[in-house]
């Protein structure tokens, strides 16, 4: 069975400040993996996806994340957090014909001033 | 512009009343899905439907139910059996069934109480 795992619950850095969420996935097959993100009170919003080709994605709000397969690792970087970056944040797998996605428990990102 | 409209926004309900969810999409996509979010939990697969009429049972089906009648459209309902129906619903939908390379596209949630 696919599984995720998120093994940061809560963050916080600095604005400004780099960052890094880490993601794991467990997929018997070549996966799709996607990282969404969920402002307070509101529905989830697709970042960044890797499904083929480089392993270096990136995505929207100048986000980016690396796909590693020795690792099953799906890591999302900024280089310099805002403010406005203050959400939770989701990585899910999914792959194949199985069209179902599998999402982690999320991390929840605070940024200090 | 095409998306999916989740109402409503808030919704209570008194303990023993089944109350159904809306979940409508315009993006003309074949799959429609129900997360349930609750607290350090994630989001949780309550159900899901590839096609119109026919449906599945996600992780966490018990005291919901789920019609699919129209591509459109896929309600849900929480029936008084749900012991815990407090949370956060999601509703989603994906193109291409078979396959979710695009991902899910959610709508906003609906926030439920049991008062």
């Known amino acids: 069975a696919q599984s995720v795992t998120q093994p940061d619950i809560h963050i916080t850095v600095s604005e400004g400040a780099s960052l890094e969420l880490r993601c794991n996935y467990s997929y018997g097959a070549t996966p799709y993996l996607f990282w969404y993100v969920q402002s307070p009170g509101q529905g989830l919003q697709l970042l960044l996806k890797?499904?083929?080709?480089?392993?270096l994605v990136q995505g929207i709000k100048g986000f980016e994340a690396e796909f590693k397969r020795s690792q099953s690792s799906f890591n999302l970087r900024k280089p310099s957090v805002h403010w406005s970056d203050a959400a939770e944040y989701f990585c899910a797998v999914g792959g194949g014909s199985n069209y179902k996605l599998t999402f982690g428990k999320g991390t929840l990102l605070t940024v200090n001033p | 512009d095409g998306g999916i409209t989740q109402s409503p926004k808030y919704l209570f309900r008194k303990e023993g009343q089944n109350v159904t969810l809306s979940c409508e999409q315009n993006?003309?996509?074949?799959?429609m899905y129900w997360y349930r979010q609750d607290p350090g939990q994630g989001l949780r697969l309550i159900y899901y439907?590839?096609?119109?009429?026919?449906?599945q049972k996600g992780d966490i089906a018990e005291g919901y139910s789920v019609s699919r009648e129209k591509k459109e459209s896929f309600p849900l309902t929480v029936t008084s059996a749900q012991k815990n129906p407090t949370a956060f619903y999601l509703c989603?939908?994906?193109?291409?069934?078979?396959?979710?390379?695009?991902?899910?596209?959610f709508g906003s949630g609906t926030r439920l109480t049991v008062v």
């Open positions: 890797y499904f083929s080709g480089d392993t």
């Open positions: 439907s590839q096609i119109v009429n026919d449906f």
């Open positions: 989603a939908s994906s193109m291409e069934a078979a396959r979710g390379i695009h991902g899910y596209t």
């Open positions: 993006l003309n996509h074949d799959a």
